[in-house]
């Protein structure tokens, strides 16, 4: 009876877990919390960020998967997230994989909310919130935000990521979700 009620109770763990993982593309580094944009990506240096699921099998399909564009966006306003730059192009079609990132150093202690995005066809994927930091560079005043080229709903750069508090919906949400299960 014991032993049964255990077996029930993996079963439905198991099957919680399943339901979680989403079947397409998400970040499995750099992840936060949602609203969470206590992270910091050191300028720099040499990141190491990570996905799972393939990107031309499961919900979503890209055109083009073996050359995806991951790019740096501006997250300050989770409505209006803006493009920054490209960090590279992904091959997506295995069932995980990694590839290489320096944040630049112009963008650190600006403090900004930034994520990196990959657009599979319609969908944006996003990884967790982190701000840019550096030891080296002095804490910069207001000045221009990167990729808020919105100014009606943006609000004064550098100011932006203490006032909101960001949080990425859809597949950001779902992503951080899944990973608490990994
Ligand atoms: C980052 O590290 C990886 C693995 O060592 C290396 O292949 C890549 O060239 C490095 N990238 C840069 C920009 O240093």
Known sequence: ??????????????????????????????????????QIME??????????????AGEW????????????????????VGFVSEVTKIDCTGNSGNNYWVPPAE???????YSL???IGAHDVYSGNFKIGSKNAPVKPSGSAPGTSTPSNT???GNAGNILTPV??????????????L
């Open 1 to 38: 009876m014991l032993a049964k009620t255990i077996i029930a109770a993996t079963l439905a763990l198991a099957a919680t877990v399943s339901a979680q993982t989403p079947n397409h593309i998400y970040f499995t580094y750099p992840i936060s919390k949602a609203g969470d944009s206590s």
């Open 107 to 113: 963008y650190a202690n600006d403090g900004n909310v």
């Open 168 to 181: 990425l919906s859809g597949a950001a949400a779902i992503a951080a979700g899944a990973l608490m299960f």
């Open 155 to 157: 609000p004064a750069a």
């Open 61 to 80: 399909i890209s055109p083009n998967p073996t050359a995806v564009s991951v790019q740096l966006v501006n997250a300050n306003n989770a409505e209006a």
């Open 117 to 119: 995005r990959m657009q």
């Open 43 to 56: 300028a720099g240096k040499n990141i190491t960020f990570s996905w799972s699921t393939p990107c031309n």
